[in-house]
């Protein structure tokens, strides 16, 4: 289309006639999935674990019934039995997978596939046939068109638990996490999170690897250590070790000798730079003389020096960022008598503030916990007041082992762990 009023409004033409017919085919899909569901057969191209697609042959057509897979039904039957007499659907994946039982393909069980199942009509005898995101029209159940895994009222019971728990976990997120450590702890084993769990009715609380946890032992060996005795831990060592004075007085002292190492390796570039440029206009002005003298014409330099003002402006924005560098560099220096009241008060929070005021504190200064068999690493950044700005938090990462005896270098503390 050619770029004038009429080319445009032919391209908008073109555009939306092929909108129309893109969503008009995909109704035509839509309403051909529910045709095919209302006679009774299964609409589409794979059926859900369970079940295998038989053919039949309608008039010039091929349609499918499904019917119980021999090999998975009965562990789909069982999935919805234990879930509806109250075990939890990770419980359920890590026990499925630790008797060996895996689902279509080979594939492990995970708790988004159990959720996933259990929230299924297809295995209560049901076909829901259109998209739930189907804007023209809803999808449209059609019920008992082929043999159930699990029977209505077992799968009315599993709906009623999901909703139920749906509820009282949204609930919980509402009254705010129990877990101090909520998002910073991963497994050593296998990088993933550590997440928080509980046995017998909440009265014990755990920090449990997430592979662990929803897929056995067979995808992790798997990290579970008691919520209180962790939480204990890294707050008394983030207190007394992370915090402590003498370890920020190092920190701060390692921070500024960066920032003036950087500083003057800014002033030797200038120097460099302040040279160059001499010499540019030298060469600049002896170009300049000899037009001057009438040693040379115009057209035999102008080209020379018009390049040599293009590189003496390119030295100069080189010069002058640089210069804007430098300027940061003096602001991001850290104040040590700011830091250590800011630690300070930081310290009367882990010792008295609420959870949530912790929470916030650990997750501003640690990057990541990482709980292996028989140590911890604790990655945290410099702590300096909130007014500060933000690039100050990031010159030094400082890891801190914990499993062990005695300490080495300031930025590795190697200490004794109460579970390893």
Request: net charge neutral; charged share 30%.
């Amino acid at each position: 289309m050619d770029d004038t009023p009429q080319g445009k409004l032919t391209a908008r033409i073109f555009e939306s006639f092929a909108e129309f017919c893109s969503s008009n085919l995909s109704q035509d899909i839509q309403r051909g999935l529910r045709e095919v569901a209302r006679q009774g057969y299964y609409p589409y191209s794979t059926p859900p674990v369970g079940f295998r697609r038989t053919p039949l042959a309608v008039g010039n057509a091929k349609r499918f019934r499904l019917e119980s897979d021999e090999e998975h039904a009965p562990v789909i039957e069982r999935m919805f039995r234990e879930y509806a007499h109250g075990k939890s659907v990770p419980g359920i994946a890590k026990k499925f997978n630790d008797d060996g039982l895996r689902a279509e393909g080979g594939k492990r069980w995970t708790a988004k596939r159990v959720y996933f199942i259990l929230s299924n009509r297809t295995y209560c005898g049901d076909i829901v046939a259109g998209r739930s995101d189907d804007m023209l029209e809803e999808p449209i159940v059609f019920e008992g068109v082929h043999p159930a895994v699990v029977d209505r009222e077992t799968f009315a019971r599993v709906q009623e638990i999901r909703n139920r728990r749906s509820r009282d976990r949204s609930a919980r997120r509402r009254e705010g996490s129990p877990y101090l450590l909520s998002g910073l702890v991963i497994c050593g084993r296998c990088g993933r999170h550590l997440v928080g769990t509980s046995a017998k009715s909440g009265q014990y609380r755990y920090y449990t690897c997430q592979q662990y946890y929803h897929e056995g032992k067979e995808a992790c060996l798997g990290i579970r250590i008691g919520k209180r005795d962790l939480e204990s831990f890294i707050v008394s060592k983030t207190r007394d070790l992370i915090l402590d004075d003498d370890n920020l007085r190092s920190l701060v002292s390692l921070v500024n000798e960066e920032l003036e190492e950087r500083t003057d390796r800014i002033s030797e570039q200038l120097e460099r730079l302040d040279e160059g440029e001499n010499r540019l206009q030298q060469r600049l002005a002896r170009h300049y003389e000899a037009l001057e003298t009438g040693a040379l014409e115009l057209q035999d330099v102008a080209a020379r020096i018009q390049a040599l003002r293009a590189e003496i402006m390119e030295l100069e924005r080189q010069k002058a960022h640089l210069g804007c560098e430098t300027a940061s560099q003096k602001c991001r220096e850290v104040d040590l008598e700011s830091v250590l009241a800011y630690a300070e008060n930081l310290r009367r929070t882990l010792r008295i503030g609420n959870i949530d005021r912790r929470r916030e504190f650990l997750r501003s200064l640690i990057e990541q916990i990482e709980v292996g068999p028989e140590s911890i690493e604790i990655q945290y950044r410099l702590p300096v007041p909130e007014e500060e700005t933000e690039e100050m938090l990031s010159p030094v990462l400082t890891g801190v082992t914990l499993g062990g005896a005695g300490v080495n270098d300031w930025r590795t503390f190697v200490l004794s762990s109460s579970w390893a």
